[in-house]
Each structure stands twice: as C-alpha cells, then as structure tokens.
C-alpha cells in the first residue's frame, strides 16, 4: 500500500524493486517472492528483501522484535550489502 506521505514511484523504481521482490530473504533465505523494505521511507534504492516474518513479523521482524536478525548478527546495511553483492553479480 502507498503511502500518502511519498511520491509515486518512477517507472526505473518499480522496475528496481521488482527485481529486488524476486530474491530470496536476506535475512532468512526463504525463496521469494519478497517484500521490499525501505530502510528509509521512499528510497527505493536502498531497499532489500524480506519474507514476511523477517518484514512484519512480530517475534522475527524488523517491525517487530527483530529476534531473527539479532541471531544471524544483521542489521539492515548489513542486508544492503549482501542484496546489491547480489544484484551486482
């Protein structure tokens, strides 16, 4: 869903975070699809994949509790990182 506080996304933005709902989670792995989390709202270009739990989940989240990504010792540059290695290559 959009939100009222951001511009529509460019065409060369919805074509980036389709490519970047393709990719498995970066945090779990899970096959995707994906969802694209923003690690700041309306930058597109810095989002990165993330299953449902790893997204929105309230134990394993990053909007919740983020007990996933405290495990595999990861933060959100972090997955940034590994995502565009990945894009990259």
Do not use: Y
């Not at 975070?17 to 945090?27: F, L, N």
């Not at 790893?54 to 990182?81: T, Y």
């Amino acid at each position: 869903m959009q939100s009222k506080n951001k511009p529509s996304m460019t065409q060369h933005e919805r074509d980036w975070v389709t490519s970047i709902k393709a990719m498995r989670c970066g945090v779990c792995g899970v096959p995707g699809p994906s969802e694209a989390h923003e690690l700041e709202q309306g930058q597109w270009f810095t989002c990165v994949p993330l299953c449902a739990d790893c997204h929105r989940g309230q134990f394993n989240g990053i909007h919740g509790q983020a007990r996933i990504w405290r495990v595999q010792k990861l933060d959100e540059l972090k997955v940034l990182n590994e995502t565009l290695r990945k894009v990259m290559t």
